[in-house]
Every structure is written in C-alpha cells, then in structure tokens.
C-alpha cells in the first residue's frame, strides 16, 4: 500500500506542477482550470506526503535520533 500511495503522490506533484506552469503561462485564457487542477493536484499531494509520513512515524522509521546514547557507550567502554 505504501508504494502504491508513494507512486500516487509522485504523479499528483507532477500534475500540480504541469498545471501550475500552465496556469502561469497561460495567454489564452484558461487559467482559472488550469489552477483549478493545479490546486487538486497540490492537494492529493500533499495529502500522499502526509499519509506516507504518518506511516513511517508509526512504524518507527521516522524516530528522532538518540545523541546520547553514543556518549552512554563510550562512557561503559572506559569502565567509568
């Protein structure tokens, strides 16, 4: 499922991106559906993003580093 919602999410940004150049360069008048799919693209992308990144939280992938646990090692290995 993850790799399904990382494809998802890769082409939504793309989409925003295309409609969103278009949008901006556009001269003959569609601008407002271009940035229409733009928005919809930067949405479901955003909401990939999001979903993906609560997963890995979840799963632990997403863990802060622990600093001090390398100090705590060496402190042991000195016998201090």
């Keep these: 499922m993850g790799k399904t919602i990382a494809t998802l999410n890769v082409i939504a940004w793309a989409w925003f991106w295309c409609f969103g150049y278009l949008a901006l360069t556009d001269t003959q008048g569609n601008t407002a559906l271009a940035a229409m799919l733009a928005?919809?693209?930067?949405?479901?992308?955003?909401?990939?993003?999001?979903?993906?990144?609560?997963?890995?939280?979840?799963?632990?992938?997403?863990?802060?580093?622990?600093?001090?646990r390398m100090e705590l090692v060496r402190v042991k290995a000195r016998g201090e």
């Design 39 to 68: 928005a919809i693209g930067g949405a479901a992308g955003m909401a990939a993003w999001l979903w993906l990144v609560r997963r890995e939280a979840e799963n632990g992938g997403a863990a802060a580093p622990n600093a001090g």
